[in-house]
C-alpha cells in the first residue's frame, strides 16, 4: 500500500481500491493508513491525506522536509560551481544533472511541494532543456505535462502560435501549441530550467492567455541575478546565478531565499 | 523504508544508512527489509535485493507483473485506437499519454524491465518526444539519461556530431552529442517514442560508435510494421502500429508478442 501510494502522489484512492486489491476489510485498510501516516509523517517524508465523500479516499503528498531541502539546494550549488563546468559565452553545463533521474525527482518534489497549494491543472514548459524537470515536477503534482515547441513545426493537428523575444538572442521566435493539447479554462504551472531575460517565461505566459488559461505560477530551476527587471515579476527559482566569470574561472551561484523562509 | 526504497529504484542503500535514519538496530532493519519484501513479492509490485559485501546493502527492484503489464499495454492500444486521434498525413495524437507522468512511470517501468539484465549504464534518447519516456525507463534503472539534439546547435562545449538519414523523411539530418556527456567504455539503453524506419535508431547506434560505447539495447514505445526491414535489426517496441486509415478512420495498434512470452 506504501508502495502504491507513493509511486502516485496526489493521485486518490478509494479505500475499495485497496479493499478488493489485498482483500481485507476496509476497517484494516484504514488502520493501515493510520500506521503509513505515521511513519511518513516521523519521518518527515509526506502525509497521506484522507478525501471524504464520493470520489474520496486517500492520497499521498510528498513533503519536502525544509532542512534537507535546503542542505539538498546546497550541495546543488556546490556541484554546479565546479569551474570545469565554465562553457564558451559564459554557458553554464548542467545536463548532467537535469538530465539526471534521481536529481529530477528531487528537484521536481521541490518544485511541486512549492506549488501545491496553487492547484495547478497541468504543468507547461517549452522544450527541450525543461522537459525533464517538468515531468518530474508534474509526476510529484499528479498531473500532466504540455510541453511547447519552439519552431511552429507541429504535427499534430491545428495549433496555436504566438512570437516572442527571447531576452538572452533578442531575436523574435515562434512558440506553438496544438490545440487539442490544453483545456480552456485551467490552470497551468510553467517550469523551466533556467530564465535569463524571462522572454520564454512571457510567451508561455502569453500563449496560455490564447487557450484562456490561468497561471497557477512560474517555477525555474536557476534565474540569473541580472537583470533584476525580468519579462515576467512573478516567479520562483531554486537558486540564483549571480556571476559565471570566464577570465577568473569562477562560477557564483546561490540557494534562492524563499527556500528558508517557506517550508512545507 | 518501502517510501525510500521504492522512491529509488534500483538504487542500493547500505543497512547502516537505515539503521542510521531510524535510529534502531541493522537486526531491526534486516527484520523490517524481510517484510517488505514478502509484501512486495506477494502483491508482485517487486522485489528488493540483497547485496552483499562491501558497498553492499538493499535495492529495490520494480516488476512489471505480466498479466498486468499485458492489460496495460492493451488498454494503451485501446486509448490510441480513437479514430479522432488521427492526424493529417496518417500520424497518431499521442501527446497526451507521452506527457502524462502516470502514464510514462508504466511505460518506463516496462521499458525497464525489459532491459534490466542488459544493465545500461545509462538511457539515450533524441530530443524531443522521446525524452519524458526515456527520464522514466531511466528513472526505473537508477541510471541517468543523455539526449541528442537534433540540429547540431549546442552551447554545451565540444560534441561529435553524425549525419543520418530519418526514414520517415528522407532527408540527411544531423545528431549530435557533447563529449563531456558520456563517459567511453560504458553501455547505452536508446530509447524512443516511435520507430518507423529505424534511421534515428541507427543513427543513435553510430554516434554511440564514436564515443566507444556498447548499445545495451533499443526500446520504443510504438514501432510501425512496415517498413519490415528497418535500419536496425534487435529491438524491442511495446507497441505495434499496423495501419492508420484516414479515409475510412481506422486504427490498427496492437501490444507486441514479446510482452507475452517475456514475463519479468
Known amino acids: 500500500m506504501t508502495r502504491i501510494l507513493c509511486s502516485h502522489p496526489n493521485q486518490i484512492f478509494t479505500l475499495q481500491y485497496f479493499s478488493d486489491l489485498f482483500q481485507s476489510a476496509k476497517s484494516t485498510v484504514c488502520e493501515d493508513i493510520g500506521i503509513i501516516r505515521d511513519t511518513l509523517t516521523a519521518f518527515r517524508l509526506g502525509d497521506l491525506e484522507t478525501i471524504a465523500g464520493a470520489g474520496g479516499g486517500v492520497k499521498f503528498v510528498p513533503a ?145 492567455k490564447e487557450f484562456n488559461v490561468e497561471v497557477a505560477g512560474i517555477g525555474v530551476v536557476i534565474a540569473t541575478k541580472e537583470p533584476r527587471n525580468k519579462m515576467v515579476t512573478d516567479y520562483a527559482s531554486l537558486m540564483i546565478l549571480e556571476e559565471v566569470d570566464e577570465e577568473e574561472k569562477r562560477i557564483k551561484l546561490s540557494p534562492s531565499p524563499w527556500l528558508y523562509a517557506n517550508s512545507v
Chains 1, 2 share one sequence.
Open 64 to 208: 519536502a522536509e525544509k532542512e534537507s531541502t535546503e542542505e539538498y539546494i546546497r550541495s546543488l550549488c556546490d556541484k554546479l560551481t565546479d569551474p570545469s563546468r565554465i562553457l564558451p559565452g559564459g554557458f553554464l553545463y548542467m545536463s548532467d544533472i537535469l538530465f539526471d533521474p534521481q536529481q529530477l525527482i528531487r528537484i521536481g518534489g521541490i518544485l511541486a511541494s512549492r506549488f501545491l497549494s496553487a492547484k495547478p491543472d497541468f504543468v507547461l514548459t517549452m522544450e527541450t532543456k525543461g522537459i525533464p524537470v517538468a515531468v518530474m515536477t508534474a509526476f510529484a503534482l499528479g498531473c500532466p505535462l504540455v510541453a511547447a515547441t519552439r519552431d511552429g513545426q507541429i504535427t499534430e493537428g491545428p495549433s496555436v502560435s504566438i512570437n516572442y523575444v527571447a531576452a538572452s538572442s533578442r531575436r523574435i521566435q515562434t512558440m506553438s501549441l496544438p490545440k487539442r493539447s490544453i483545456k480552456e479554462g485551467t490552470r497551468a504551472l510553467i517550469v523551466d530550467d533556467f530564465m535569463k531575460g524571462g522572454g520564454t517565461a512571457r510567451g508561455m505566459v502569453q500563449l496560455l
